[in-house]
């Protein structure tokens, strides 16, 4: 499937939050937490959401 553009570009810009909060370990738990879901909507296992439904976690647990 073809992501959203604007979640992609909004990835990256909390990707670099991450690097500014040195929260670079947290962006990488969530990052592999999504591609994780990824495999397991492919296989069946979930339910297809919108792709940036799944990267606003990453704001949230980078601020926190």
Same mark, same amino acid.
């Given at each position: 499937?073809?992501?959203?553009?604007? @979640?992609?570009?909004?990835?990256?810009?909390?990707? *670099?939050?991450?690097?500014?909060?040195?929260? #670079?370990?947290? &962006?990488?738990?969530? @990052?592999?937490?999504?591609?994780?879901?990824?495999? *397991?909507?492919?296989?069946?296992?979930?339910? #297809?959401?919108? &792709?940036?439904?799944?990267?606003?976690?990453?704001?949230?647990?980078?601020?926190?």
């Amino acid at each position: 499937s073809i992501s959203d553009p604007r @979640a992609q570009i909004f990835k990256k810009y909390v990707e *670099m939050l991450s690097e500014e909060k040195h929260k #670079q370990k947290e &962006y990488k738990l969530y @990052a592999n937490v999504e591609r994780l879901r990824g495999a *397991m909507e492919r296989y069946g296992i979930l339910s #297809q959401n919108n &792709y940036s439904e799944s990267s606003i976690i990453y704001i949230f647990a980078i601020c926190l």
